[in-house]
């Protein structure tokens, strides 16, 4: 079974195939004192309000997912992105401005150990696939 999923549905099918919410980074990311103009950063900071737990959300029978404009820079972060080990497809782009392609889709994906590991990000001119 694969799953999709768009925005915070993309955060979703992430957390499906292995990346948990990572608690420390979120606590680091999200300091109250520090100014940010990304909106995906304070979305996803709404999960410090969480009760601290080991939350696992990975389920096995998920085989691939595809993750459209996910948010995932602060909620998971490198340690969670390494996790995934099931296809996965990442898609973004240059002009959304809820979730900016290089820090919530392009880094996310480099952080992939994955092999399996696929990222279409479209720009304004160019798209590419890799």
């Known amino acids: 079974m694969g799953a999709l999923g768009n925005s915070f549905g993309g955060t979703t099918v ?5 990346a948990n919410i ?3 980074r979120l606590n680091q990311g999200c300091d109250p004192e520090k100014l940010t103009l990304n909106i995906s950063v304070l979305l996803q900071c709404r999960a410090s309000y969480l009760p ?3 939350y696992q959300l990975r389920d096995s029978r998920i085989k691939a997912v595809f993750a459209d404009f996910p948010l995932t820079s602060v909620i998971f972060g490198v340690e969670e992105m390494r996790k995934i080990s099931i296809p996965t ?3 973004g ?4 401005i809820l979730t900016p392609g290089i ?3 392009v880094h996310p994906f ?3 150990d ?4 696929y990222l279409a990000f479209f720009g304004s001119r160019n798209s590419f696939f890799y």
């Open 22 to 24: 990572n608690l420390p």
């Open 103 to 105: 820090e919530e889709d």
């Open 93 to 96: 782009g240059s002009h959304d």
């Open 110 to 112: 480099i952080w992939m």
């Open 14 to 18: 992430l957390s499906l195939a292995g």
């Open 114 to 117: 994955n092999p399996n590991k």
């Open 89 to 91: 497809l990442i898609m």
């Open 52 to 54: 601290p737990s080991n």
